[in-house]
């Protein structure tokens, strides 16, 4: 390797370094915007671009699709508008962004998926953005992978989840792999587990059976309980039978939010079993009034984003569209702002794999994230205790992922 070559290797690691360690997204403690700046000679040149049909958001000269569910069934339409809404505020807040997103409805089918996404492709879409339910990913996802387009997608359903398919959204593997990663450092050795017998609950029990494993605990007991409605006697039959496991646990993990936690910590309080030595522990299904606000919760911890970020980002949308927006609004957010960082810091090669599989990931309103290549994510979490008035950080999420957590 020659003199010029060194430079030029050491000029591209020092631009990935610096853009795309905190690439996207913006700044953290509420401050909506973004620093990034542009590699020198790697001004987008658009071309001769397609006719665009449908609503457009931005005038950039880089064409992104963003596939909602707005003509969906089951009241599921809103979300739509919530994103699309989420998506505007986003190129809002980034001051100058060289993107167009083509919104495109998929009806929340695969069909639709498909179609929605096929026609933003046929359009210049680079990126596709979306869909929110699994089937309109899978849809979306093949006919993207035909094309050669990158799909993020917004479904927690990680059977969609591929090369080239990312999930942004919350998944329960990092949930669990950070709770039970701090119960082991707060020297919490035996657990039990009480979930869902549903495909939520299977989830979460192999990444839990993996990461008690992982950090040397032992697992006394897991308890799977049907809910269907607002019938919860399963629930409760299987608290109860949690009893002869509570002299030999030291931690008990309940990821399920609203009712669930409460109703759980009542029926064990009236088995007047000792519980006072056993951590109650919960997942980002926890972030709620519901469950922070619930006394007999008082001290339970739960894995979760931080929320500084989100209270910033709560209060525009509030103040722009006259509501506040569901949890789950800021990942459309953090979706467009990394397009549109992308495309200002890494020039040509934007949406490439190695781009978007940056190993230091990237900083959203959400925190730290990273894709991997199988299209999974790994976030950055904190970990909350429950005050009976709220929550209050005992952990708080790591700035990089070289750190650990």
Request: glycine share 14%.
């Amino acid at each position: 390797m020659d003199e010029t070559d060194a430079i030029v290797r050491h000029r591209r690691r020092t631009f990935l370094k610096t853009a795309l360690a905190g690439a996207s997204t913006l700044a953290l403690g509420g401050c909506l915007g973004s620093s990034l700046g542009t590699m020198p000679g790697e001004q987008i040149q658009p071309g001769a671009q397609p006719q665009v049909t449908g609503e457009t958001i931005g005038t950039g000269a880089v064409r992104v699709g963003l596939m909602l569910p707005l003509s969906s069934s089951g009241g599921n339409a809103s979300i739509g508008t919530v994103f699309k809404n989420s998506a505007a505020l986003a190129l809002q807040n980034f001051p100058n962004s060289d993107v167009q997103l083509l919104v495109k409805d998929t009806g929340g089918t695969t069909e639709g998926g498909r179609a929605a996404a096929q026609q933003a492709i046929s359009e210049g879409a680079e990126l596709i953005l979306g869909p929110v339910f699994a089937p309109a990913v899978s849809g979306a996802g093949s006919a993207a992978r035909a094309a050669g387009v990158p799909v993020i997608a917004f479904s927690t359903d990680t059977s969609v989840a591929a090369r080239g398919i990312y999930l942004l959204s919350f998944l329960p593997e990092s949930d669990v792999k950070r709770i039970i990663g701090y119960a082991s450092s707060q020297q919490k050795r035996s657990y039990a587990a009480l979930l869902p017998n549903d495909s939520y609950g299977s989830v979460v029990e192999a990444a839990f059976r993996q990461e008690v494993g992982r950090t040397g605990g032992r697992i006394a007991t897991i308890q799977r309980y049907n809910v269907s409605g607002s019938d919860t006697s399963d629930l409760v039959v299987k608290a109860n039978a949690l009893q002869s496991s509570l002299t030999s646990i030291d931690a008990l993990f309940v990821p399920a939010g609203g009712p669930v936690p409460g109703l759980v910590m009542q029926t064990l309080m009236g088995l007047n079993a000792e519980i006072g030595n056993i951590k109650l522990l919960g997942s980002g299904q926890w972030d709620t009034p519901q469950v922070k606000n619930n006394p007999t919760l008082t001290g339970s911890w739960f894995a979760g984003p931080e929320d500084s970020g989100f209270r910033g980002f709560a209060q525009r949308y509030q103040q722009t569209y006259g509501a506040p927006p569901p949890r789950n609004a800021s990942l459309v957010y953090d979706g467009v702002t990394l397009a549109a960082g992308l495309i200002r810091s890494a020039g040509p090669q934007r949406f490439q794999q190695s781009i978007l599989t940056n190993r230091d990931g990237f900083l959203g309103i959400d925190g730290l994230f990273r894709f991997k290549p199988n299209g999974l994510n790994e976030r950055g979490l904190a970990v909350y205790q429950v005050t009976g008035s709220g929550s209050q950080v005992v952990s708080a999420a790591p700035r990089d992922f070289r750190s650990g957590f």
